[in-house]
């Protein structure tokens, strides 16, 4: 028997949207939070869990292609992308999905392709300047 995925004992290995860099993804509890935790390399992210189901029912009202927009936390995020909704003052949550100060962001980079192995999103995967969109 096999465990099941999106778990700390068995993630996700999951690919960057250009497929260059390999990370892993998973459902877990922190703190007493549902969250969608990240791991690239060594470093450690955490998103609000409700973004996966939230970024799903926006794309689906969107009904269209939408840039990624992928950025750092400390940078400014590119209007009307994937990255400007994780952390705008307007989203479900009234603002970061991430939940950890000063790694806040990369929301364009790392939830696409998650929503992407659970079925829910179409993601480009193109060197640059990739979008996605609701299935």
Known sequence: MTAEAGT?????????????SEYEAWFDTVGGTDVVVVRVGKTVLHYDRR???????MLKAHGDWMELGSADEQKDARPGTVEAWGRAADNPVGGWYGLKKGLRGRFGMYLPPLLEQLGLAEVEHNPRNNRMRAL
């Open 8 to 20: 700390p004992e068995n993630p996700w290995t999951l690919r960057t949207p250009p497929l260059t």
């Open 51 to 57: 973004c996966v189901d939230d970024l799903a029912a």
